[in-house]
Every structure is written in C-alpha cells, then in structure tokens.
C-alpha cells in the first residue's frame, strides 16, 4: 500500500480512497440496513437457516470488497509507477513490461474470439451440410423414382455448394448403337466407351433462364460435361475461358466462370453427371466444395442403383401387366369361344336330329352305335329295332358287300376316299342308290369305327336319268338330219327312257295335225285317230266362229289350248294326263273334258295316257302322245318334265322348217361378207369418200378422221404412189385391176380389187374407184409353207433315190474292180518287170483303192442302221472324237473351245455312226481353216427346242473356216459335192452325215457365221423307251 | 497229198484269177459258178476249203453254205464278201464260216487265210 501515499497524487488519492469507502461501506451496510429493516417490520421469526443464509451474503460481499480493494490497490501501484517512470524510475521497467503483456494477452485474446468466430461459423456449415447429407440420405432411401431422386440430390447439391444453377443428366446407351454397345463384354472396351455411342439425357434441372427439358437428349460430344464422362473424375474449372480443358466464352447467365461437374458411379458405372454453377456468393468452386459432394453422392449412390433397379422393376411389372391383360383377354376369348362351340355342338345335336341326310356311326364290325332318325326313316326302321343293335353290312346289297369291306378297311386306314356310291337295301327289301360320305372315328390314337352320312340318289338319279334324257334329245335334235329320221330318234329315245308303250307324235300338216311319227300305236289305232278335224256327214270341215276347223276329242283340245288347269287332268302347262281313262271317262262331264271325245284310247285299252304339247314360242305346232295300258304310268313331275322337253322339240321342228331356206341366204350373205374384208372409194385424188367396216377397222380410227382425207395421209410416200398409179390406170382405162399389196402396218399381204365407180349421171368419165382388199396372209403362208414342205420331201427323196442308186452302183463296181484288182496284183508278181512297169502298177493299185473307198462310202448312205441303239452321252461321244483328233489339231494350231451343258437327256444313238458325223464336221472344219489365220473350232451343246412329241438335244459345231458360198449352200448335203480340190476329197462327208442324223430322226443344216466360218447345227430327238424299242425292231427287220 | 480248195463264185473271173493264183501257189483248185455246183463238187472231192462267195444268182452263199456243212462238216468254208457287206459275212460266221475275205481281195491276205486253215485241218488229221 505504500504506492499510494505518493506528494504529487495525495489530493486525488485520497479522494478516490475516500469514494472508495463511502462506496464500500455502502454496499456492505446497505444490505445489513435492509436486512434489519425486514426483520423488525415484517415479524419475521428468525430461524438459523436464514441467518447462515445472511452471513454467506455478508461474507460474500466483504470478500468482494476485500478483492475490489487489492484490484484499486495494484492500479494505484501502477499508476504511481507509470508517474515514477516518468521521472526516469527503475522500476517503470518491469511496470512497462507488464503493460505490454497486458496489450498482447489482449491482441491474443482478441485473435481468440475471432477464431472462435471463424470455427462456429465452419462448425454450422459441417453442421448444415452434414444435415443435408442425412435429409439427402434419408430421402433417398423413400424416393424409388430416378427423376424425383434426381430432382433431390441436385437440389441438395445445390443447397450445399450454395450453387444457383444446377442440372443432372443420365448417361445412355444411344439405341442407335445399342447392339454394338451391348455386344461388347462389360462396358471396359474402349471402342464402346466412345462418347458417340452414348448420350445425356435430362433428368433434373434447376435455375437456368431456360429450364432443360426433362428426358431431352443432349450429345455428350457437346456437353463439358464430357470430360467428366471420359475421365470419370470430377471436373472443377475455376476459370472456364482459362481452364485448358474448357477455353470457352463465359455465359452470363451462369455467373462467375466457375463450375463444378461431379460424376455419380453406380458400382463403377458411370450412372449420371451432376453440373452445378453460379455460387449465390460469387465465390468460385473450390475443393472443399468437391469433398461434400463426393461424400454427399457416395453415400446416395445405393440409393441410386435401388432406383435403377426399381425403374427397371417397374418397366418389368409394366410389360407383365400387359401381359396379364392381354391373358386376361385370351382366357375371355377362350370362354367365349367355348360358349359358342356348346353353342355349337348345341346346333349339330338339333342338326344330327333334324338333318334331311342319314348320319351315322358304326363299329369297326359294321354294327350301329348312333344314327339319326332320318337314318332310321330313310331305311324304314323303327327307332326300337335301331336301338335292338343293327349290321350296317346287312343293309348292303351283297354285290357290294365286298367292295364295302374293302372301303371300310380303307377309311380306318386313314385313307382319304370321297363319296362312294352303293346301293343299300331297305328293310322292306327294296333297294335304293346311295352316296357314303365317311371318316374314320379315332379314340386315342386307334380308329374304332366309322362317322359318317348316307345320302339318298334315288331322286338324284332319276334327275340325272331325265337329264340325260333331255341331252340326247337336244343332241339328236343338234345333229344335222332328215326331219322324219329325226322324229323318229327322239320317239325311240322317249320310249326307251320311260318304257312308255305307245308314243306318237302330230304335227300341223294344211289345217289338221296328223301324226308325223308314231312307235308302238297299233296301225289301225294310228289310221283311225290320224285325222283330228271334225267333219260333218258330207264329209266337210266342220269350223268354228272365226272359221278354224274344229278338232276333236283330248288331242284338239291341247291343240287349241282348250285346257283349264283347275281340272286334275290339265296341267298349267297346257298337257292333258290320266293313269286311269276309265275311271276319267265314268266320273267327268262332257263339259269339263271340254270337247267331244272320241274315246278311242280307252276302247284301245290304254289306261295311261298323257298328251304333252309342242310349243315354238306361243304357238301350239303338234303335241305328244304317250299311250299304255298299264294305269299308274305317269306323275305330275313326269308330265311337267315332258312339257320342257316338247318345247325343246318344238322349237327345234320349227327351225328345221325353215332351215332349208334360212340357210341359203345365210350362205350368201356369208360369202359376200367373207369376201369383203375391206372395201372403201376414193376419189381420182385418192381422197376417202367411204370405207367400211372392216377397212375402218384396219385404221383403227372413226370414220369422221378417215372420211376427206387423203391415201397419202395415212401411208407412206412409195405406197401412195403405187396407189395412185392404179387410181388413175381405173379411171382411164375403165377396167378393173388387181394388185397384190404388202401392209406397211402390219406386213400382211393383201389383194387389192381397183374397180371403176360408175355414176349412173356421168357415164363418160370416171371419178371415183372402188377398192375392194382381201387379206391373203395365211394363203400366202400356207402357199409357202407347201412349198417348204415340197422342196425338203424332194430334198429327202432325191437323197434316198440316191442312197439305193448308190448302193446299186457300188455292188456293180466293186466286183470288176476286184477283178482288176486281182490282175494287176497277178501281174506284180511276174518276173522280169520293167521298173517302170511295176511303177505303173502301183499306181493303178491306188486309184482302184480310191474306187473302192468311194464305193464304200457310197452305201453308207442307204444303210439301215444295224447297231443297237444305246443311250449314251453325247459329250462323252464328243470328247471321244476331240480325243482322236487331239495331235491333230495340235498340229495344226487349232483352239478348241468346248461348251457342254451337262444335264442333257441321253438320246438313243448308233454310236459308232454319231461319232463319224462329228468326226466328218470336225475335218471339214480342220480342213477349210487351212492357211486362215485364227482358227477356232467350237463345238457346243445344249438343249434344242422341244416338240409336241420329242424333246432334242442339239450339238453345235462351229469353225472360223472360209464358210460356205451362198450359191453352194442347198448342196452340200448331196452326194459328190466338194469344193476341195480333185482327189482331196469324197463330196461324200457331209452326205453320209446327212443320212446318219435322218435315220436318228434328227435334223442337220449349216450357216455361215459372223467368223466368216461355217456352223452346223445337229438337233437329235431324245425318243422315250417305248419309242426306241420299236425303232428298234423296224432297224432288225 | 495236195489240199484242195474249192472256189464258189459268180463271177467267172474271179473265179479264174484266183484258180490262176492258188494253182501257182501249189493247191489242187477246183471251181464252182453256183451254189448247186458248189454242193455237188464238195460231194465229189471233198475240198479242205472252200472260198464261197455270199451275193450269187439262185441259191445265195449262206444257203449253199449252210448245205455244204450238212455233207461235209469237216470242210473250212471262207466266205468271199464284198467289202460293204461285212455284216452278212459276220452272220455267216455264226452259221459255221471259218472266215471272210473282202473284195477286192488282197491275194497274200486270202492264201494265208487258206494257209491256216490246212494248217490247222492237216493237223487235226494228224
């Protein structure tokens, strides 16, 4: 305390000292006061508890006193040395000291509640992002859609990094590369982790001035969001205009150039890319930034990939959703179906009953399981005596109860056989025609019997019968004939078919209509009934009003048509018919059979009878009369059927009628107009004035285009001129010419009839031509093919004339050529020969051997062929020969092309014969490409066009020869036609060859080529077995 | 003993010329101008050979043929054809020719085909 008592501070000490103890003596007796004052004024009992409670305070405030005291004491002190040092005081120093420190505990001090600032402020932002992550996390684990996930980490991330802009895009397979990305193992090639193979697609985006779309697609190539995909690292640009990777303008809109690009793996897969730009700070990205985020997307990535695979779950469940339905309506269409097959079966169980066709199940043995009752009905059973157990095979008439079995077994062998027809007998015994219709009845796999339907033929034969009936009738009616011969044919056909007694027939002859025809009418009947006019007692016509002779008794009736269909004896076609003529006569009136009868038919005896009229039109022109004695011959159908046939008959009688004369002038009217194919008339300037039909035609334009306009017009310049040549030749001389003309439109030929036009005014002079044009082509073509056909069978003939002189002559030649043969041979042998003689005896010896070869080849000619023939490969035969020629045409330089076709039909050949033909071609060809300077000899073959009888084979042989002379080409096919010098050659090659190919049935001609060289054509039928053996035969023979 | 050969044919000088050749080769030659001839010859001096020509007037070589080997079965019967009637010489084989010379003959050819047949007829003689 000896501080304080300092000269200098003593006022001023002593006054604060002062201040000090009021203050302290306040604060300490202050309390005491109060205490005091409330214990004397409020009656307060004083318990110790209270009174510790107050001395505490008390101590309490004295040490705080006490403490207060020695914090002024040490200022005091302080201040009293800052004087002292002043004054240049030892001391100071230490008290200096002191003050610096206190500065910097303070500096130190201050420094502390910064940092302390600083870390709060850090710890609140862990706090905030780690708050994040667990949210993020959290959220993550609820949301199972990608886009709602996505829509949270970018939020999230953005939260964190306190980015404004923010997006997330998907990394894809472009579909386009699909295959190959998916063929490829793993996604570890890095062909397939070309960014061309895959895109980004949008799934979350947040803050742009234009949002993204969702799911749009954005090139990976264009996004600098690449480097991220192809390094899979984090992309942070602090400067994007400076950064290496990016050198790219800055946008505005994203702030400050710096950006954060943050990959999302999925195991190591590149799943998504997060893009995060513009800090609400202006700050940059930095690696802080960096950290959370890879911790934040590290700890979602799970969440991610349960996303995925719940996305694809959802598409799964999607697709078997669609499945289910589609299921759901199978299964409904099946109930459905099902419904309408009951419905079905239903309906063939009310068919089977109701069914007008006998239907039917039987055992393998024949025996009845089911049948309809029209089965039972139609065989006349009773449904009891079906049910008893019936034999089909009984119900067969016994001829065919083998060809039944044999059926049957047929059917249960599954074969398929159509309708059979049988016949089938009733229970009754009568028998009927049927059609079986049947299929085998198949349990498990085995066929235990037979389904099937009878259907009865009786009506469908009996028609089939009429018809018949009827077709004779209009065939024989068809037929060109005699009238009465005709009649006649169809009474018998009539009467044949039905097995009707009597038939006649009338016809109109003047005013009656006697019979024309009749067959099995007694002749008296015949005489009797002939006439049908009624006569008076003088014996003349009785007529009625209108002065038509009256006829009598059922046959004037259908004549006249006096008939009334309500009667049951009439029909509506107008026919009378009765099956019993006694009962008709016993119970009608006069007046209902309408005329007066004659009653001859019954008094004859006959009890049918049925009268059926001839119709032409409306016209009644006679009637037919079916007469028999047995009653019960006709039915109403028979009748109507009857009825059809007269008309028929009718018409056909009316035609013949008038046919003699119809055709006379339809033969005239023929003529004229098959002569006239065109005809038309011009004028002198040959300008149409008319044209027909048939010349309009040729135009093939209407007559106005024709009609005023010239010859010339239509037809060119040199046809117009010879036209008009003839024009005028008519019109001057007066006289008709005919000219024969080629078309240029069509190149038909035509001959042109040029006649004068006579106008009856102007007789002098001639104006006017008419042309009539007749088409001549097929004349024309016939004439020539006549005259091909001639010239080839004079062409044969000549050449087989020739083969059989040949023959001749080589027999007549050979012999005395033997005979000098033998003289010269005796006469080298004799002794003492002059040299030259036995020269000259050689030399002979050679030319006879010429003779003989030329003899030799002679007969091949006409000789049979006496080999067999055998089928045989004519490439192989070919190349048998080439084989032969080989060196040959070595030596002489030829090429030889070969082209042969290889499926060719073998043809049946005379081997030996074939091979001289291609070996007499073969050294034609070697021997005229002598000295030319290519030579070729090309031997090709094929399959030549096929007739109506035979398919050929053809064989070309082709050289590069000097060819054949225009004038030599019809020749060379004769005998003794050579162009080679004397003694080089037979002229006898080509002839034989000629000969062999005819008797093969074959054909051989020759061309020259566009070498300039010749090409023979061989075509050989190729003949059928059955063919070949009787070619055969004809060859032994 | 000298082989004897007879020579059947039409012809009058073939007949001759080979009579002419085959006497200077040292055979006793006799000759026949038809197929009657031919038989009755064979009857009286049972040639070893006969050269038979197939074409004659009247009875044709494979009649007269089919005759001779009825008398004289151990007779070789050539037969003398010309040369485009080789097929009926080939039938003539099967009918019991020994063998066929064309014509016009080659005289070496026709006497080593009689040659062979002595040969070979003497033999079984022997």
């Known amino acids: 305390m000896a501080g304080f008592s300092s000269p200098r501070g003593g006022p001023q000490k002593h006054n604060i000292r002062y201040k000090l103890v ?6 300490f007796v202050l309390p005491l006061l109060c205490i005091t004052y409330i214990i004397y004024q409020g009656d307060y009992y004083l318990d110790p508890s209270h009174l510790i409670l107050f001395s505490l305070i008390i101590l309490l405030i004295l040490g705080g006193l006490i403490t207060l005291r020695q914090i002024f004491e040490r200022i005091a002190t302080i201040a009293t040395s800052v004087k002292k040092a002043e004054q240049g005081d030892m001391i100071a120093v230490d008290i200096r000291e002191d003050v610096s420190e206190l500065h910097d505990i303070s500096l130190s001090l201050n420094n502390l509640v910064q940092k302390f600032e600083e870390t709060t402020k850090e710890l609140t932002r862990r706090t905030f992002e780690l708050f994040m992550i667990k ?30 802009i923010g997006s ?16 490829s193992p793993a996604n570890a090639s890095p062909l397939t982790e070309k960014p061309a193979f895959y895109r980004f697609r949008v799934v979350a985006s947040k803050g742009h001035e234009k949002e993204l779309e969702r799911d749009s697609y954005i090139s990976i190539d264009k996004s600098l969001a690449k480097h991220v995909f192809l390094e899979k690292k984090i992309l942070l640009v602090q400067d994007i205009e400076k950064d290496q990777r990016t050198l790219k303008a800055n946008d505005p809109q994203y702030g400050p150039p710096s950006f954060l690009s943050m990959p999302i793996f999925i195991g190591r897969r590149l799943a998504a890319v997060v893009n995060l730009a513009h800090k609400e700070t202006g700050q940059l990205f930095d690696g802080n930034d960096e950290q959370v985020l ?6 979602i990535s799970f969440a991610l990939e349960n996303a995925m695979l719940h996305s694809e779950i959802d598409k799964e469940l999607q697709k078997s959703k669609t499945h289910t339905i589609k299921l759901e309506q199978e299964i409904e269409e099946r109930k459905r179906v099902e419904a309408a097959l009951r419905e079905n079966e239903k309906k063939y169980k009310g068919l089977f009953n109701f069914l007008p066709i006998s239907l039917f199940e039987i055992s393998k043995e024949g025996y009845v399981i089911t049948s309809n009752p029209m089965s039972a009905k139609t065989f006349g059973y009773t449904q009891e005596e079906v049910n008893r157990g019936l034999n089909a095979l009984r119900m067969f008439v016994p001829e065919d109860l083998e060809r039944v079995q044999a059926d049957i077994q047929r059917v249960l062998n599954g074969e398929q056989i159509g309708g059979i027809e049988y016949t089938m007998i009733r229970k009754d015994g009568s028998t009927f025609p049927v059609i079986i219709f049947a299929s085998p009845i198949i349990y498990g796999s085995i066929p235990v019997g037979l389904r099937g339907a009878i259907i009865d033929l009786t009506e469908r034969k009996q028609s089939e019968e009429h018809q018949r009936l009827v077709n004779r009738i209009l065939e024989t009616l068809n037929t060109p004939n005699e009238m009465t011969n005709l009649i006649h044919k169809i009474l018998l056909l009539v009467k044949e078919h039905i097995g009707i007694e009597a038939i006649g027939i009338r016809l109109r002859e003047g005013e009656d209509f006697p019979y024309y025809e009749t067959t099995g009418f007694p002749p008296h009947f015949v005489e009797a009934e002939n006439y049908l006019c009624a006569r008076d007692h003088k014996n003349e016509l009785i007529r009625d009003s209108q002065g038509n002779p009256y006829l009598e008794c059922m046959c004037g009736n259908i004549i006249c048509g006096r008939t009334d269909s309500s009667l049951p004896f009439f029909t509506e076609g107008g026919s009378f018919w009765t099956n019993r003529t006694t009962e008709l006569l016993a119970s009608t009136f006069e007046k209902d059979r309408q005329a007066r009868m004659r009653n001859r038919c019954n008094s004859a005896g006959y009890e049918s009878v049925a ?18 004695k047995r009653p019960d011959c006709f039915t109403l159908e028979m009748i109507q059927y009857f009825e059809g046939i007269g008309a028929s008959i009718g018409i056909a009688i009316r035609r013949m009628r008038s046919e003699d ?4 002038s339809e033969a005239k009217y023929r003529s004229l107009a098959a002569s006239i194919d065109s005809m038309y008339l011009v004028d002198r300037d040959c300008t149409y004035l008319f044209v027909n039909e048939g010349h309009r035609i040729r135009f093939d334009l209407p007559v106005e285009e024709i009609i005023g306009r010239k010859y010339e017009n239509f037809h060119s310049e040199e046809d117009a001129q010879e036209f008009a040549e003839c024009v005028r030749e008519v019109c001057k001389t007066g006289k008709p010419i005919i000219r024969e003309h080629r078309s240029e439109r069509d190149g038909r030929y035509f001959l042109r009839t040029f006649s004068p036009a006579m106008d009856r005014g102007a007789a002098e002079e001639i104006s006017k031509v008419v042309i009539v044009s007749k088409d001549i082509t ?13 010239d080839q069978l004079f062409h044969s003939e000549k050449l087989a004339a020739m083969g059989r002189l040949s023959t001749g002559v080589a027999h007549e030649i050979l012999n005395p050529v033997n005979i000098i043969s033998m003289e010269l041979q005796l006469l080298q042998t004799m002794e003492n020969l002059p040299p030259e003689a036995t020269e000259e005896l050689a030399i002979c010896r050679d030319q006879l051997n010429r003779i003989v070869t030329i003899a030799e080849n002679l007969t091949q000619f006409a000789r049979v062929p006496t080999k067999p023939m055998v089928k045989c490969d004519i490439n192989i035969l070919i190349d048998r020969v080439l084989n032969i020629y080989s060196s040959q045409l070595k030596i002489k330089r030829v090429a030889t092309v070969v082209q042969y076709q290889s499926d060719l039909p073998a043809p049946f050949i005379d081997t030996e014969k074939m091979e001289q033909v291609i070996f007499n071609l073969v050294t034609n060809a070697i021997d005229f490409m002598e000295g030319k300077e290519k030579k070729v000899l090309q031997i090709t073959t094929g399959k030549g066009s096929p007739d109506k009888t035979h398919d050929y084979i053809k064989i070309t042989v082709a050289d590069t020869g000097t060819g054949i002379r225009t004038e030599d080409m019809p020749k060379i096919f004769e005998p003794f036609f050579t162009t080679r010098e004397p003694g080089k050659g037979t002229g006898l090659g080509l002839y034989i060859s000629y000969g062999i190919i005819q008797d093969h049935g074959g054909r051989i001609r020759a061309e020259n080529n566009e070498e300039g060289g010749a090409t023979f054509f061989i075509e050989l039928p190729v003949i059928r077995d059955t063919d070949h053996r009787i070619a055969q035969d004809k060859g032994v023979r | 003993m000298m082989e004897r050969i007879l020579i059947v044919d039409d012809e009058i000088h073939t007949v001759r010329l080979l009579q002419r050749f085959l006497t200077s080769k040292g055979y006793e030659v006799h000759t026949a101008t038809d197929g009657r001839e031919a038989i009755q010859k064979v009857t009286e001096v049972k040639p070893h050979v006969v050269l038979l020509d197939i074409i004659m007037p009247g009875m044709d070589g494979l009649d007269t043929l089919k005759e001779i080997k009825k008398i004289d079965s151990h007779a070789a019967i050539i037969m003398i054809t010309a040369v485009i009637d080789e097929d009926m010489a080939k039938k003539a084989m099967q009918l019991g020719a020994f063998d066929y010379v064309t014509k016009p003959f080659d005289l070496d050819y ?14 079984s003689d022997n």
């Open chain 2, 110 to 123: 026709v006497e080593t085909c009689v040659l062979v047949k002595i040969i070979q007829v003497l033999g």
């Open chain 1, 611 to 628: 009268l059926i009229p001839l119709r032409s039109g409306e016209e009644i022109i006679g009637l037919l009369q079916l007469n028999d």
């Open chain 1, 294 to 299: 890879t911790i934040m997307l590290g700890e």
């Open chain 1, 135 to 164: 949210e993020l996390t959290e959220n993550a684990k609820k949301k199972l859609s990608i886009n709602e996930l996505m829509d949270v980490i970018l939020e999230k991330c953005m939260a964190v990094t306190g980015a404004q």
């Open chain 1, 22 to 27: 009021i203050v302290e003596a306040l604060i």
């Open chain 1, 778 to 790: 097929d004349l024309k073509q016939l004439e020539r093919d006549l005259q091909n056909a001639r």
């Open chain 1, 661 to 664: 004369t119809l055709k006379e």
């Open chain 1, 168 to 183: 997330v895009f998907m990394v894809e397979v472009d579909p386009r590369h699909k295959s190959l990305v998916l063929k």
